[in-house]
């Protein structure tokens, strides 16, 4: 009785194509639960917000686009870059500064040319390069609890706390105002921004939001959608070129 060794041969390179074939859609399938989860994620922790002026700039130039986490006034640290709404600074608009004071604090400009907080001089790198704080001269302010006290990066051009030392508050806005914490810039694509380490003596700094793994997931997402989604397309051209190139059956016996 003979074996028809080409028919083997067959059978053998189906049952890799339907094993290839369930690989294929599982890829896809968790492809499209991680690209569609990432951005899913993204639209309920984040905000985009669009920065018309240049005073954050260098770390936030006029016109970028910046993504911010939506976060509790609670959770806002020194160093942190916020968004917020104050009536008293401009009318139905949000406002991006950087937080230099928290409630209870001694905030106060300049000591040999450095903010000073606390008694401690503040070592600020994001501030343009050749710039002193001090060009934001100002006398010292004890912060109420429960606000904040906000500079923006760009001190000589910067309508923040500063600007309203003559208000009831200060200048300083209530924690209750803030609406999100920016993380990263997203166009132009400058990343995440850096890490305020000038202000880790007085105090914890806050954690990045989950902005990289989400990232992690679409890109991820799209690549097992991609992959699985070119396999079957692949294995047909491959299995076709393998039976051109099958020799005649033979058979034994």
């Known amino acids: 009785m003979g074996v028809d060794v080409a028919a083997a041969g067959h059978d053998n390179g189906k ?24 951005f899913g994620w993204a639209a309920v922790v984040y905000r985009p917000y669009t ?20 976060v509790d006034g609670g959770e806002v640290r020194r160093g942190d870059v916020v968004v917020f709404r104050d009536k008293s600074w401009v009318t139905n608009a949000n406002v ?50 429960g606000r904040l006290f906000l500079l923006g990066d760009e001190r000589q051009g910067s309508l923040d706390s500063t600007a309203h030392l ?9 924690r209750g ?10 166009w132009p694509m400058n990343g995440m921004l850096k890490r305020p380490t000038g202000f880790e003596a007085l105090g914890s700094l806050s954690q990045p939001g989950p902005l990289r793994i989400i ?15 070119a396999y079957g397309p692949i294995a047909k051209r491959m299995g076709r070129s393998r039976a051109r190139s099958r020799t005649e059956p033979v058979s034994a016996g």
């Open 177 to 186: 105002a803030v609406s999100a914490r920016v993380d990263a810039v997203v």
């Open 15 to 38: 049952s890799n194509t339907n094993l290839g074939g369930i690989l294929s859609g599982l890829a896809v399938a968790l492809g499209l639960v991680l690209f569609l989860g990432g």
């Open 96 to 145: 991006v500064k950087r937080v230099v004071a928290v409630g209870g604090d001694t905030v106060s400009c300049c000591t040999e040319g450095k903010l000073t907080v606390n008694g401690k001089q503040i070592e600020e790198p994001y501030l343009p390069k050749g710039s002193l704080a001090e060009i934001k001269n100002f006398p010292t302010v004890k912060v109420p609890q």
């Open 215 to 229: 990232v992690l997931m679409v890109v991820g997402g799209a690549v097992l959608v991609l992959g699985g989604g």
């Open 51 to 70: 920065v018309p002026t240049s005073s954050m700039a260098p770390t936030i130039d006029i016109g970028d686009r910046v993504l911010a986490q939506r």
């Open 166 to 174: 003559t208000d009831a508050a200060s200048g300083t806005v209530a």
